[in-house]
């Protein structure tokens, strides 16, 4: 709309408004015209009625012309001021709308920031709310630091952990004042690199003091807050988790049962003080490996709980003995090693055997028991030749094993000649594991001859190693490798099952051997099988074999180790229709209070006592086998006379009325082919070869 401009006179004034052209010219000459009618009127009216115009009324003409144009005029002034100021008034209506509306929009622009202001207000007192409840409740210690370590700004978590109030960490010199001093110049140093380069956050870990004094350690996070001259620092309380990777450690590389180092440990230890006396050629070390004897038969008799008091008793003993910079370790079972360190000389290593020796000789009491402990000893008194710290345990594990091959109860100094025999049981024992795998042993059988007519009753299966590329191997040699890995029990169950099945073989070959039995001896392993019986009773079925041709032979020795669980598992097996053969009795601990109750069938009298028959000069040794043959008979038990080689023995026997013989006077072992060739009757089955006859090919070695 355009702006009008005021003009108090005149008509050429344009309206602001559209107003038409002639009502607005007769609105605004309108009383002009009707003076001048009105004049016009008066001298026409003066000319009809006949008076001349005079100047009077020339003057009343002009008169009422002028006041009619005055009036005219200030009617028009009038209006035109009329118009103005309602036009006026219009066009500040106008204005003042339009200013009204660009304040109401302005106020609703105002309202509207105000509201934002508002809402960012609101936000930023939320934000701030939130941040305070998580910078309060974080559920760990929060600061805020100058770069300096100056304590700024800190939550309650870290008040209550460190026990210092907002006052005592203002006034302290930097939280960092609480840390060692040798972390101080460290952090100090990553705050300003920090603050300099923008890095990312520091991770570490470090022991604070407490107000109560107490070290703390905590996982520290430290973060350079942008834009700002301060530092954002984060504690977490790591005290529980590293006084638990503190008892982890302990547990990984110490034994539960004796708190002593573990073999891991021992290990490193050992390797240590190996490496620091190749830099110093001077520094003499020692170690003994140590092996309870018979320490199995304590466990099995007395009970695993007394059996770990014992393992505990005795640990406490040995520490007794060394000094603090020795070091006992229980290496596993019942097998310890002591490392004595930086010793003067190979003397101070006699002494502590002696005080070891001596201190065992005395019994140890465990819940009113007094138990003597004897121990086999391996010694490598100077170890400094050694590149490696497994060598020297493997060579002091060696002579520990003479030790114990020697009887136990004494200590044996390394030779390199136990290594030989220690590697060579190693390589038996790898070999014997791949023979058997590939079915490289083989059954030899030696008769069984009845005294009263010299037939054959039975046959013992004797367990022979046909080894590839050393020939038959001796049992002598093997069984006893066997017995120490374990690996006699599936030998074991090899033997039983192959002679079952060559006993049921001949019997349906030869009917003549339907009264024969095989005899199959059981290692105390296999003895201490869970699944015996039922090994057995899935043999005899698979097999086919009657159980009354089948005769399991076990040491007195393992019989009397747990003699009433011995009592019921041969009743077991007996009620089956197994006889049950006493082998090398005389040679064990033979308690007769036990043997009566027994369900045992023969007794096998050992070979060392038949061998001294004819040859031995003290009067004993015949009344040991007469009262043995004697002992037998008042139990009703068959005996078996091993290891007959001699007619004066064969006869000796025959008087006192032993049923049975075994030896080289009869028969060798033999494999199962030269015994069907060359001494079974094809028709009869019957064997062929006479007693005292010997077949040249035989096998020479005893079984």
Same mark, same amino acid.
């Given at each position: 709309?355009?702006?009008?401009?005021?003009?108090?006179?005149?008509?050429?004034?344009?309206?602001?408004?559209?107003?038409?052209?002639?009502?607005?010219?007769?609105?605004?000459?309108?009383?002009?015209?009707?003076?001048?009618?009105?004049?016009?009127?008066?001298?026409?009216?003066?000319?009809?009625?006949?008076?001349?115009?005079?100047?009077?009324?020339?003057?009343?003409?002009?008169?009422?012309?002028?006041?009619?144009?005055?009036?005219?005029?200030?009617?028009?002034? $009038?209006?035109?001021?009329?118009?103005?100021?309602?036009?006026?008034?219009?066009?500040?209506?106008?204005?003042?709308?339009?200013?009204?509306?660009?304040?109401?929009?302005?106020?609703?622009?105002?309202?509207?920031?105000?509201?934002?202001?508002?809402?960012?207000?609101?936000?930023?007192?939320?934000?701030?709310?939130?941040?305070?409840?998580?910078?309060?409740?974080?559920?760990?210690?929060?600061?805020?630091?100058? $770069?300096?370590?100056?304590?700024?700004?800190?939550?309650?978590?870290?008040?209550?952990?460190?026990?210092?109030?907002?006052?005592?960490?203002?006034?302290?010199?930097?939280?960092?004042?609480?840390?060692?001093?040798?972390?101080?110049?460290?952090?100090?140093?990553?705050?300003?690199?920090?603050?300099?380069?923008?890095?990312?956050?520091?991770?570490?870990?470090?022991?604070?003091?407490?107000?109560?004094?107490?070290?703390?350690?905590?996982?520290?996070?430290?973060?350079?807050?942008?834009?700002?001259?301060?530092?954002?620092?984060?504690?977490?309380?790591?005290?529980?988790?590293?006084?638990?990777?503190?008892?982890?450690?302990?547990?990984?590389?110490?034994?539960?049962?004796?708190?002593?180092?573990?073999?891991?440990?021992?290990?490193?230890?050992?390797?240590?003080?190996?490496?620091?006396?190749?830099?110093?050629?001077?520094?003499?070390?020692?170690?003994?490996?140590?092996?309870?004897?018979?320490?199995?038969?304590?466990?099995?008799?007395?009970?695993?709980?007394?059996?770990?008091?014992?393992?505990?008793?005795?640990?406490?003993?040995?520490?007794?003995?060394?000094?603090?910079?020795?070091?006992?370790?229980?290496?596993?079972?019942?097998?310890?090693?002591?490392?004595?360190?930086?010793?003067?000389?190979?003397?101070?290593?006699?002494?502590?055997?002696?005080?070891?020796?001596?201190?065992?000789?005395?019994?140890?009491?465990?819940?009113?028991?007094?138990?003597?402990?004897?121990?086999?000893?391996?010694?490598?008194?100077?170890?400094?030749?050694?590149?490696?710290?497994?060598?020297?345990?493997?060579?002091?594990?060696?002579?520990?094993?003479?030790?114990?091959?020697?009887?136990?109860?004494?200590?044996?100094?390394?030779?390199?000649?136990?290594?030989?025999?220690?590697?060579?049981?190693?390589?038996?024992?790898?070999?014997?594991?791949?023979?058997?795998?590939?079915?490289?042993?083989?059954? $030899?059988?030696?008769?069984?001859?009845?005294?009263?007519?010299?037939?054959?009753?039975?046959?013992?299966?004797?367990?022979?190693?046909?080894?590839?590329?050393?020939?038959?191997?001796?049992?002598?040699?093997?069984?006893?490798?066997?017995?120490?890995?374990?690996?006699?029990?599936?030998?074991?169950?090899?033997?039983?099952?192959?002679?079952?099945?060559?006993?049921?073989?001949?019997?349906?070959?030869?009917?003549?051997?339907?009264?024969?039995?095989?005899?199959?001896?059981?290692?105390?392993?296999?003895?201490?099988?869970?699944?015996?019986?039922?090994?057995?009773?899935?043999?005899?079925?698979?097999?086919?074999?009657?159980?009354?041709?089948?005769?399991?032979?076990?040491?007195?020795?393992?019989?009397?180790?747990?003699?009433?669980?011995?009592?019921?598992?041969?009743?077991?097996?007996?009620?089956?229709?197994?006889?049950?053969?006493?082998?090398?009795?005389?040679?064990?601990?033979?308690?007769?209070?036990?043997?009566?109750?027994? %369900?045992?069938?023969?007794?096998?009298?050992?070979?060392?006592?038949?061998?001294?028959?004819?040859?031995?000069?003290?009067?004993?040794?015949?009344?040991?086998?007469?009262?043995?043959?004697?002992?037998?008979?008042?139990?009703?038990?068959?005996?078996?006379?091993?290891?007959?080689?001699?007619?004066?023995?064969?006869?000796?026997?025959?008087?006192?009325?032993?049923?049975?013989?075994?030896?080289?006077?009869?028969?060798?072992?033999?494999?199962?082919?030269?015994?069907?060739?060359?001494?079974?009757?094809?028709?009869?089955?019957?064997?062929?070869?006479?007693?005292?006859?010997?077949? %040249?090919?035989?096998?020479?070695?005893?079984?």
């Amino acid at each position: 709309m355009s702006k009008a401009t005021f003009k108090p006179f005149g008509d050429d004034m344009s309206p602001i408004t559209e107003v038409p052209r002639l009502r607005s010219r007769l609105e605004r000459y309108s009383l002009v015209i009707v003076g001048l009618f009105i004049s016009a009127g008066f001298l026409g009216a003066n000319t009809l009625v006949g008076f001349d115009a005079d100047m009077s009324t020339l003057i009343a003409v002009g008169v009422v012309f002028f006041f009619s144009l005055f009036a005219q005029t200030l009617i028009n002034a $009038h209006s035109d001021m009329q118009f103005r100021l309602a036009e006026s008034n219009r066009v500040l209506e106008s204005r003042v709308s339009e200013r009204t509306l660009d304040l109401t929009r302005i106020n609703v622009q105002l309202t509207d920031e105000i509201h934002l202001r508002q809402e960012a207000e609101r936000l930023l007192r939320a934000s701030e709310s939130r941040y305070r409840t998580i910078f309060e409740n974080a559920g760990t210690a929060i600061m805020i630091c100058d $770069h300096q370590g100056q304590v700024l700004l800190a939550n309650s978590q870290l008040h209550d952990m460190l026990g210092y109030t907002a006052e005592e960490l203002r006034d302290s010199n930097g939280w960092m004042a609480f840390m060692e001093v040798g972390q101080q110049a460290r952090i100090l140093r990553w705050s300003v690199e920090n603050h300099a380069t923008g890095s990312s956050p520091r991770c570490f870990e470090s022991a604070l003091q407490c107000k109560n004094g107490e070290n703390k350690h905590f996982y520290v996070t430290m973060a350079t807050i942008l834009g700002r001259p301060e530092v954002l620092v984060s504690l977490v309380d790591i005290s529980e988790l590293k006084q638990a990777e503190r008892r982890l450690f302990h547990q990984a590389f110490h034994d539960p049962l004796t708190d002593l180092p573990n073999r891991a440990l021992f290990m490193e230890v050992l390797d240590m003080t190996l490496r620091r006396s190749r830099r110093n050629r001077e520094c003499l070390f020692s170690v003994l490996y140590l092996d309870i004897d018979r320490f199995k038969y304590v466990n099995d008799s007395m009970g695993h709980l007394f059996g770990d008091q014992l393992l505990v008793r005795f640990a406490n003993a040995i520490k007794t003995c060394l000094r603090d910079s020795d070091t006992v370790a229980r290496m596993g079972g019942d097998e310890f090693a002591v490392l004595l360190d930086n010793v003067q000389g190979l003397e101070y290593t006699d002494v502590v055997v002696e005080r070891i020796t001596t201190m065992l000789r005395k019994p140890l009491d465990i819940n009113g028991h007094e138990i003597f402990c004897a121990v086999s000893m391996g010694i490598m008194a100077d170890c400094r030749a050694y590149e490696n710290a497994d060598d020297i345990i493997r060579d002091a594990d060696a002579a520990m094993y003479e030790a114990k091959s020697a009887g136990g109860d004494c200590c044996k100094m390394f030779e390199k000649r136990m290594y030989r025999r220690f590697k060579r049981v190693l390589e038996l024992e790898t070999a014997m594991r791949k023979a058997l795998e590939n079915e490289e042993f083989v059954l $030899h059988y030696q008769p069984i001859v009845s005294m009263k007519c010299g037939g054959v009753s039975s046959f013992e299966a004797l367990a022979r190693w046909q080894r590839k590329g050393f020939g038959l191997t001796p049992p002598a040699e093997f069984i006893p490798v066997a017995e120490e890995t374990g690996l006699i029990l599936p030998l074991g169950r090899w033997v039983l099952a192959k002679a079952c099945e060559q006993m049921s073989l001949w019997q349906k070959t030869y009917p003549a051997l339907a009264d024969c039995s095989v005899c199959v001896n059981l290692s105390g392993r296999q003895f201490k099988d869970p699944d015996l019986e039922e090994h057995i009773m899935q043999v005899l079925q698979d097999t086919g074999l009657s159980p009354k041709s089948l005769k399991l032979e076990i040491t007195e020795n393992e019989v009397m180790h747990n003699p009433e669980r011995a009592i019921e598992l041969l009743g077991r097996i007996r009620k089956l229709g197994i006889k049950i053969m006493v082998d090398d009795f005389g040679t064990g601990y033979s308690s007769l209070s036990y043997l009566h109750r027994f %369900p045992i069938d023969v007794l096998k009298l050992d070979r060392n006592f038949v061998d001294r028959l004819d040859t031995s000069t003290v009067p004993s040794d015949r009344k040991i086998v007469e009262a043995i043959v004697a002992l037998a008979h008042g139990l009703n038990l068959e005996v078996v006379a091993e290891g007959v080689e001699r007619v004066a023995q064969r006869e000796f026997l025959a008087k006192l009325n032993c049923q049975f013989a075994q030896g080289f006077l009869y028969y060798r072992p033999m494999p199962p082919e030269m015994i069907r060739e060359g001494y079974l009757d094809k028709s009869s089955g019957k064997i062929l070869m006479p007693p005292n006859t010997h077949h %040249p090919s035989l096998i020479s070695h005893h079984p």
